[in-house]
């Protein structure tokens, strides 16, 4: 089992639409968990931190579910703009300490 | 406030020959990763540093070496570069580790290709 693992896609959505994106980890005792943003030949740049109540930013709601060691990104209102690779990122464990574990992400493509 | 910077963004290398880039942040950041990002591997990390003069081996850092003689700049060496180091590299930096929920701020990535 991988570390920390997603859904390749595409996810290939109107615009508009509501698209949701899970991510699982290996590790209960992990410690922090992002999503990041990358865009084709660019560099990853952090969407959202996730909080273990959950937090929202605009269109944009990630949640964190510790029983069932997972983390979500959810996107509403679907923009063009939003077409992107989303990279679900979590610091596995303690020992680990300053080191983050990506997911091999998950590509959007949102189509007018 | 150029925030993390990487050169060269391009390079093609020969089997056995060596290379070294540069990363360099205006952050006044104490942690700076190197990682590279291979197609359906995600970013693995290679090596990183806690602080000025400190280095530790990350993942996959069999190939490479590192140093961190000043705090704005972080060095990653090819002695004899091989086509299997042939990826995007990232370099990226934080104020603070990552279990402290801190974000990493990437650079812009180096495309290296080892023929």
């Known amino acids: 089992r991988k570390e920390v693992e997603q859904d390749p896609g595409p996810f290939n959505v109107p615009e508009g639409a509501t698209v949701a994106f899970n991510c699982t980890y290996s590790?209960?005792?992990?410690?922090?968990f992002f999503w990041y943003r990358q865009d084709c030949r660019k560099e990853p740049k952090l969407l959202m931190s996730?909080?273990?109540s959950g937090n929202e930013d605009g269109r944009f709601t990630a949640q964190l579910n510790r029983a069932s060691q997972y983390i979500s990104l959810l996107i509403r209102d679907s923009k063009l703009s939003d077409s992107a690779t989303y990279l679900c990122?979590?610091?596995?464990?303690?020992?680990?300490?300053?080191?983050?574990?990506f997911g091999t992400g998950t590509r959007l493509a949102v189509r007018p | 406030n150029a925030g993390v910077t990487q050169t060269p963004k391009f390079r093609v290398l020969k089997t056995g020959q060596s290379m070294t880039l540069l990363c360099a942040q205006d952050?006044?950041?104490?942690?700076m990763y190197w990682y590279r990002q291979d197609p359906g591997m995600g970013l693995r990390l290679i090596h990183y540093?806690?602080?000025?003069?400190?280095?530790a081996k990350g993942e996959v850092p069999d190939g490479y070496n590192v140093s961190r003689l000043k705090k704005q700049n972080f060095l990653l060496g090819l002695e004899s570069a091989a086509p299997s180091q042939t990826s995007v590299y990232f370099c990226?930096?934080?104020?603070?580790?990552?279990?402290?929920?801190?974000?990493?701020?990437f650079g812009p990535g180096t495309r290296l290709l080892v023929l």
């Open positions: 990226a930096s934080s104020s603070s580790g990552a279990a402290t929920q801190e974000t990493q701020y």
């Open positions: 590790n209960s005792a992990s410690q922090s």
């Open positions: 996730v909080y273990s």
């Open positions: 990122v979590v610091n596995l464990e303690k020992s680990s300490g300053d080191k983050l574990t």
């Open positions: 952050m006044n950041h104490e942690y």
């Open positions: 540093s806690v602080g000025e003069g400190t280095t």
